[in-house]
């Protein structure tokens, strides 16, 4: 485990790696903020659902699923982040975690990526954090107060409308890479059965508890 204080190096460092991060932030957020609006959200809900949730992938779960059930809108996004668990207690071994809330708030998939391939300080957690934290603060705002532009002048809708499904595809691709097709097609099978009876919110629940245990005892 790294142990230090608060350096200013580490921070900037931290600051200077999260560009990446920032560069594929910024067009996600913004389409999140054109469709969060689109479907009945006020610009302030919109940008308080990124200040505080700030969970990407899961925003846009939150705000396809609002018009169908709130009980749902607020399950799926918490399950979604279930994963955040590992992540914290990963970083944990690793950090010299002074400011745990602070630290775990922060922690994406993208800054989970780069910071547990380098080991540093908690300063350099919190630069990586923050350039990323306020980059989707940024997409987000451009996409609340200039989504009529860009919807009006790049024709945005359609692709704004199947933006939530190419997020997770996106998402889902390295896990093809990793051998995990079985657990893969099998809990998007589960998902679309119950979606075609009619039990979609059930389906995603199912799927998401029931294949890692069958692919568990398979692999066994």
């Given at each position: 485990?790294?142990n230090?204080?608060f350096?200013?190096?580490s ?7 999260s560009?990446p991060i ?6 996600v957020a913004v389409?999140f903020?054109v469709s969060?609006?689109?479907v ?5 809900e919109?940008?308080?659902s990124s200040?505080?949730v700030?969970a990407?992938?899961s ?6 699923l609002?018009g169908?059930?709130?009980i749902?809108?607020v ?5 979604l ?6 992540y ?11 400011m745990?809330?602070?630290?775990a708030?922060g ?14 300080s908690?300063?350099f957690?919190w630069g ?6 306020l ?6 705002s ?13 024709s945005?809708?359609d692709s704004?409308?199947?933006s939530l499904?190419?997020?997770?595809f ?6 093809f890479?990793?051998?995990r097709?079985?657990?893969i ?6 998902a679309?059965?119950f979606?075609y009876?009619g ?7 199912t ?6 245990l069958l ?5 066994r």
């Amino acid at each position: 485990m790294f142990n230090a204080g608060f350096s200013v190096n580490s921070f900037k460092k931290g600051l200077l790696l999260s560009v990446p991060i920032v560069l594929g932030y910024i067009p996600v957020a913004v389409a999140f903020g054109v469709s969060a609006v689109s479907v009945g959200l006020s610009r302030f809900e919109t940008f308080l659902s990124s200040l505080l949730v700030y969970a990407g992938a899961s925003q846009f779960a939150m705000i396809s699923l609002i018009g169908v059930s709130h009980i749902s809108a607020v399950i799926i996004p918490v399950l979604l982040n279930l994963r955040h668990l590992i992540y914290g207690s990963i970083i944990s071994h690793r950090y010299d975690v002074r400011m745990p809330f602070v630290t775990a708030f922060g922690l994406t998939d993208e800054v989970f990526a780069v910071s547990s391939s380098i080991l540093e300080s908690e300063s350099f957690l919190w630069g990586l954090e923050l350039g990323a934290y306020l980059s989707w603060l940024f997409g987000t705002s451009i996409g609340i107060f200039g989504g009529e532009f860009l919807m009006s002048s790049f024709s945005l809708s359609d692709s704004l409308s199947f933006s939530l499904t190419v997020l997770f595809f996106i998402l889902l691709l390295p896990a093809f890479r990793d051998g995990r097709k079985l657990s893969i097609v099998g809990g998007g099978l589960v998902a679309l059965l119950f979606h075609y009876i009619g039990y979609t919110f059930l389906g995603i629940l199912t799927a998401g508890l029931v294949i890692p245990l069958l692919t568990v005892k398979y692999r066994r």
